[in-house]
Structures are given as structure tokens and as C-alpha cells.
């Protein structure tokens, strides 16, 4: 049987000597980058949102081109109450 | 744990929003591209039928000759004025007398009523008649004039047969004159000046000076580009018809919704297939009507393709070349008469007689591209075309048969038999 002196060599041995050096400053580190860059995933999450706004302007726009190169084409007249009005003019 | 730890990387109502605004956008992203997407399809159509030079909508800009302004103004007043034709108690007995192919005695007064009571219409479409007609100006609601026309050209019709009754042979003419001329303004009249035309010639002796006038208008009718330019007018309806364009800018709105992109797909299927029609009709007499039909369908923005789109393709085709095929037999109909007259009554062993003194050349039948066909009869003749079918079925029934046939089947409009007039 060992002694308790054997144990404790044994234990001596491996006991955690504290961290390695260098691990602090990793992690001090990796949590001051993510500190500064914080604000940015809410923009970020609001990006894909922005985006789609912007390209609904940009296709309601482009649409908006299109109807007006069909106006070049076709122009509308508002409708009138022709009878009416060709009765006026008959009876002028 | 420390306090900054225990921050998420995203805060949840940052998260949760955007998310939220995501999903509301992407369908409006989707709308809007597949709406830039539509009307970029439309345009380039309607662009093609610039480039073609035909006309995009009914309501467009164009200058007319003074004359042809005055046609227009007369025309759109006649057709104002006839308007309650259809809805009035004597009318619907005048319209009763017309389908019946006959004036019963106990009616000629309630004709006469109805055929004064509208004089102004008739007499604005005389003056009319007169004139070279190019078309409608913009802002007349022009499918209201039509169907109000068509009430006009029956008061022609009707007041012919009075005019026969009276013995005023002339007059009976003038008035059919008056009904030619106004089928210049619309798609598809009923084309019943065939049959008073028959009437007419039947129990009076017109002038030859009348005769050769109202063989003049039938002459201007009888246009090789019927069905092409039916079909444009179709399709500029049907550009009227879509409201495009609505919105001319960004944030621009007009009084109106902008077709959303479903129906402009509809709209631009639908000038695809009037650019195959278009196409087929192009080809020439008698080709044209087979190529028309292989398109199958009508466009479906129009009323008339609501169903059976193919069924309505045909019986609107058939129905066209059959009113040409008419007016033609009406051509040959007044050359004959004129012929009769110069030949102490005897009417000419065939065509080939006709041509060129009393008609400048014979018209040929629409459906084979031969000559139309002609038949002496025991009290007169019959000048027809075959028809859809193709085949001779005998030449143009009578009245009377016509409404027998069709008593005793429903579906005898269907057969599409011999097209033109005939005379006893």
C-alpha cells in the first residue's frame, strides 16, 4: 500500500498549474472585439429588410418607366357622357 | 458570469422586427418585380404594333379632313339619337316586323311612327353617307355608337320597306345607300341588307343612276383586309379595354388602381394571339380562313371569349366572311338588275355576261377563291357563296325557308350553309 506521501507526489503531479499562458489574452481579447462590433448585428439583422425596400423602389420605379413609355403610345381620354354632349352640341 | 457575457450578439426585438418587416416585404419585392416584369412583356407588344403601324387603341390621336369630321360628328349624334330605339314600345314592334322578314299589314303604321319619331337620326346618317369617313375622334365611347348605330342602319332597313310599299323605288335605294355606308363605321353589322335589297328590286324598278350608286358603296365594303382590320380594331379594344397606363411616375397615382400584373398577363396573351391572327389573316383569299381558325382560340380579354374560345373564333370568322360573301352577292345583285333593265327583263345565262359593262370584275367567292356561284331560278335567281361548309347546298334559302329550317332545328345557324341573296 502507498503512503499518503506517495499520494500526494502523485496528485503533485497532476494538479492543474493554472492556465496557459497567453489563454487570457485570447479571451480578453475575443471579448473586446465582440464588444465593439455589438451594435452592428442589429443593422445588420435590418439589412435584408433595407435591401428589399430599396429594390421595391427600384422595380416600382422601373415599372412605373415602362407605363410611362406605354403612355407615349396610348393616351387615355376620359370618358365623356357623349350623348350629352353631342346633344349640346347639335342644339347649339 | 459577467453582465457583458450575458448580452445576446442580436437583441431579440431587433431580431423579431426585422424578421416581421422581411416578411411583409418579400411578397411587395415579389409583386413589384413580377409587375415590372408584366409590363415590360406589355410594352414591348405594344411597341411591336407601332413599329407595324397600326393603330394601338381606338382612342387615338389622328387628324381627319374636314368632310370626314363632319361624318364623324353626324355619325356619333345619329347614333345619340337613336339610342332608346331598342327600348321603346314601337320600336320593339318594328323590330318584331324586321326579324319577321315582312310587313304585316296592321304594323306599316306603327313603322311609319317609329321611322318618324327617329327622322333626325336617318337624316344625320344620309348627311353622313355623303362624306369620306375616317374613323371617330378620341373621347366618343365608341361601344355604346356602335350598338347604337346598328339601330340606325335597322331604321334604314325599315324605312326601305316602307318606301317600297309607296311605290318609291329610289328612295327604297337611297335608304339601303344610307345602311352601306354606315357599315364603313362598325365591326360587324347584322348583315340584313341583303334581304331588303331582294325586297326592294323584287317589286320596284329603281333608277340605274341609284343603282350604280349604291353598287359604288357596296364596292367600297368589299375590302380584301376585312378580317385584318376587324381583328385590329378587336385589339385596340382590347388595349382600351386593359386602363393601361394608369400611373405615369413614381408615387404617382391617378383615380384609378393600375391593373395589377395578372390581368396585364392576360392582356399581353391575349395581343400574342391577336399577333397570330393577325398574321394568318394576312394570307390570301381563301387560305386566310383555315390559317385564321388553326390559331384555335380567341383572345380572352374580349367578351366574346369568355367560353368556348374556339367556338367563338369560329362563329366570329365565319360570321365575317359570310357578310363579305354577302355583299359581294349583293354586288352581283345589282349588276344584274341593271343588266335586266338594258335586256328588256332577261336575266343573263351566267356571270361571264355581267362583266365588264355592269360590273368591273366579278367578285369570287370567299370561301373557295372561284367565282360565286349563280343560279336562274323559276321567278328569279339566287347569287351565293358556298359557305363554310363547301358545299352547294342550293344557293340562298328564302325567308321563309330560312325561318322553317330554323324551327324545325335549333342549331340550323350552326350549318353554316350557302351565303349570298336571292331574288323571286
Known sequence: MRSSDDLDSVLKRFRPAGPPEGLRARVVAAAGVAQAVRPAPAIAEWLPAAAAVLLVVLFHWLAANERQQIESHVIPVAPIDHAAALLAEFHE | MTAAESRPLVRPQFAKGSALALAVLLPILAYTIWDYIEMRRFRSRIEAIAVRGEPITIQGPFKMSADAGDADRFYRAAGALAMSFTSGQPSRAALALYSSGDLPAEAIDAARAVVARYGEALSLADRAANLPFEGFKPG????????????????????????VLDGRADAAIDSLYTQARLKRTAIQFLAQSQMSLSTVVERTRPSPATMQKLSNALNDLDRDDYLKTDFIRLRAQAVDSSQMPLSSGLFVIRNTASPPPWEVHRYTRALDTFAEIIAAVERPEPARIGAVLAVGRFPEVLPQSTERSRENLEGFVHARVRSVAIIRASRVLVAIERFRRDHDERLPSDLGELAPAYIGRLPLDPYTGQAMRYRPLEHGYTVYSVGPNGLDDGGE?????????????????KKWDDAGVRVQ
Open chain 2, 397 to 413: 334559302k328564302s325567308p321563309v325557308e330560312t325561318r322553317e329550317l330554323s324551327r324545325r332545328d335549333r342549331d340550323y345557324w
Open chain 2, 140 to 163: 366618343t365611347t365608341f361601344n355604346y355608337l356602335i350598338a347604337s348605330l346598328n339601330d340606325v342602319a335597322r331604321l334604314c332597313d325599315l324605312r326601305a320597306r316602307l318606301a
